[in-house]
């Protein structure tokens, strides 16, 4: 964190607001270095760790830059997953809210048909994996000739998947007097050569960072046998008693078999991994956030970008294959400056694993002593009490900066002629409304939907129910998401 505030940076009041609902007080090292030269218009190569800010670092100055009035899409965000391009849209959407950017996610694996209904309304930024972007590139259901601003993130990872031709393939149809951003955790030589073909004298930032991992992590070791392992873990999490925790597995057998015993032993706990289905997967995702249950085994499909708010715990149920996934499944806790434990069990035979991931973030894990039965028994009782309560999410973002908003369902569109602007005129004529108190508008083929912000949901539904628009009576009410 600097000393430095976001009101010293040209952010307007809506986008600070915004900030401040989502307790971004002060901008971390990478905002703070990014800001003034993106909000310049300037190329920028960023090399920044994972858990540094850096989403808000482009989502800052791209929401504060794209004209709210233009419908085209004006920024292109590339991300190397699907659940990253979804973490990423709601990011936008929160420091946007205020301003009413619509940012829509692309990926593949949802039905192309809803994105591309999506993409017909107003849209100011778009976020998406290569192929499913390329797809809608193709089939001219995304119109690019607005669009002012790119930015790869995860660069190495994009990279690292094999999508350099579908990236190349994207840029080569934007317009060349646009800004572009990458963002990446390291600069191999491929993500160089991306840099040096496509942009334009970028500046470089290169964030210091004292090691690999941020310090805000307690990291140890525990030794054990493969067959004692689900034992162990179960000692750990007694003893330890997490206010959530993330167990990764190598595999997806292993995700499922260590699933089925902490649900056999009644944890509440959800497992992720990529052989589920990509619904299931947002949803267990959605879940974990929002606190429906404490524990997540995953494989490293939840190790990459995704912001889960407050994961107290990580724990390697297997030492990672590659020593970036030890970086990156160790990331998801100790994130934006508070403190977070990984343990990792370590067998016999994965002692050359380790070795690798030691040298790679420059220190060695300190080893620690399985919990003694005395002090699990001792434990006990405390661990059973959080584990029959409900875990409060004390800092859910999305939510805090909905809490005031309300959207409202119309039972006419398009079809009726019905545009953004009546509902405007409608609803900002209601004494104690004004046009501030609308947000995103949506309007379909037979429905439309209107976000009601700053508490007068409730206030505008009454309202509504009486009034026409253009002269139409619509139903309304209280839209079900
Ligand atoms: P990222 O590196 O974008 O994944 O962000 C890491 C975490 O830091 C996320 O939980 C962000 O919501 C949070 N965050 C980003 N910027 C700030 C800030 N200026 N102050 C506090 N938290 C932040």
Redesign the pocket.
Known sequence: ?TNRSFADYQVSDEIQRA?AV???????EV?SKVLPLALENKDLVVKSQ????????FGIPVCELVQWEEKKPQAIILTPTRELAVQVRE?ITNIGRFKRIKAVAVYGKEPFSKQKEELKQKTHVVVGTPGRLMDHIERETLALDQVKYLIIDETDEMLNRGFIEEVEAIIKKLPSDRVTMVFSATLPNDVENLCHKYMKDPTHIEIESTGKTADTIEHLLIQVKEEEKISLLKNVTVTENPDSCLIFCRTKENVDTVYRELEAAEYPCERLHGGLEQEDRFAVMEGFKMGNFRYLVATDVAAR?I?I?NVTLVINYDVPMERESYVHRTGRTG???NKGKAITFSTPFEGKFLKAIENYIGFEIPMTEAPTNREVARKKAAFEEKLGGRRVVKNN?TARINQDIMKLHFSGGKKKKIRAVDFVGTIAKIPGVTADDIGIITIQDHMSYVDILNGKGSLVLQAMENATIKGKKLKVSKAIK
């Open positions: 964190m900030l989502l307790k971004y007080e002060t901008p971390t905002q994972t858990g540094s800010g850096k989403t808000a670092a990011d970008g912001d708010d994130r934006a400056g973002k």
